[in-house]
T-cell receptor, first 116, second 114 residues
Framework: AQKVTQAQTEISVVEKEDVTLDCVYE???????LFWYKQPPSGELVFLIR??????QNEISGRYSWNFQKSTSSFNFTITASQVVDSAVYFC?????????????FGQGTELSVKP | DSGVTQTPKHLITATGQRVTLRCSPR?????VYWYQQSLDQGLQFLIH???????AKGNILERFSAQQFPDLHSELNLSSLELGDSALYFC?????????????FGNGTRLTVT
């Protein structure tokens, strides 16, 4: 069965702290894609990153970094030196090749609150 | 700005009524997806259209229907509305029809059924 679990419902940190958002996925497909989206208080969903199942290289983009480990079926997201503007709900999502089309299975989201 | 336009932003209506949500995809995108976001169900996939044809259906109720027009805009029709249909409805678009294309979401339509 396809499933995405974000066990952390809410995280609160103080500005400049590093924070890691966990994502664990389940799939029987060998070809799949993983995504992270950000939903700020204004409500829109913002695409952050896409990773395919054959590329386990970690990725860094500014203060954001992602750690993909197939051995543990995890795709964790770290924000370094967090800022108040990082406050949002973050969603991890999975897309399987065997599904026709690009249907995304979303986790329940992690609400990150960064306090000044 | 994702380039995906959804109208209206807010909609308040009564039970039993019918509403239409509209979505214009990003320029060049052929796929349109509809998602429902509610507190209890989270983000749920409803339906996917690619270049006018239905590609996949998710947890879409029979009271709901959608279509994608030749100009690629899409409409989601919700009828016989119930209180539980109150949610944020997102449209997303992507270039291709496959799993690799990241979805770009609109700002959503917040539907309140009273």
């Amino acid at each position: 069965a396809q499933k995405v679990t974000q066990a952390q419902t809410e995280i609160s940190v103080v500005e400049k702290e590093d924070v890691t958002l966990d994502c664990v996925y389940e799939t029987r497909d060998t070809t799949y894609y993983l995504f992270w989206y950000k939903q700020p208080p204004s409500g829109e969903l913002v695409f952050l990153i896409r990773r395919n199942s054959f590329d386990e290289q970690n990725e860094i983009s500014g203060r954001y970094s992602w750690n993909f480990q197939k051995s543990t079926s995890s795709f964790n997201f770290t924000i370094t030196a967090s800022q108040v503007v990082d406050s949002a709900v973050y969603f991890c999502a999975l897309s399987e090749a065997r599904n026709q089309g690009g249907k995304l299975i979303f986790g329940q989201g992690t609400e990150l609150s960064v306090k000044p | 700005d994702s380039g995906v336009t959804q109208t209206p932003k807010h909609l308040i209506t009564a039970t039993g009524q019918r509403v239409t949500l509209r979505c214009s995809p990003r320029s060049g995108d052929l796929s349109v997806y509809w998602y429902q976001q509610s507190l209890d169900q989270g983000l749920q996939f409803l339906i996917h259209y690619y270049n006018g044809e239905e590609r996949a259906k998710g947890n879409i109720l029979e009271r709901f229907s959608a279509q994608q027009f030749p100009d690629l805009h899409s409409e989601l029709n919700l009828s016989s509305l119930e209180l539980g249909d109150s949610a944020l409805y997102f449209c997303a678009s992507s270039v291709g029809s496959g799993v690799a294309s990241p979805l770009h979401f609109g700002n959503g339509t917040r539907l309140t059924v009273t």
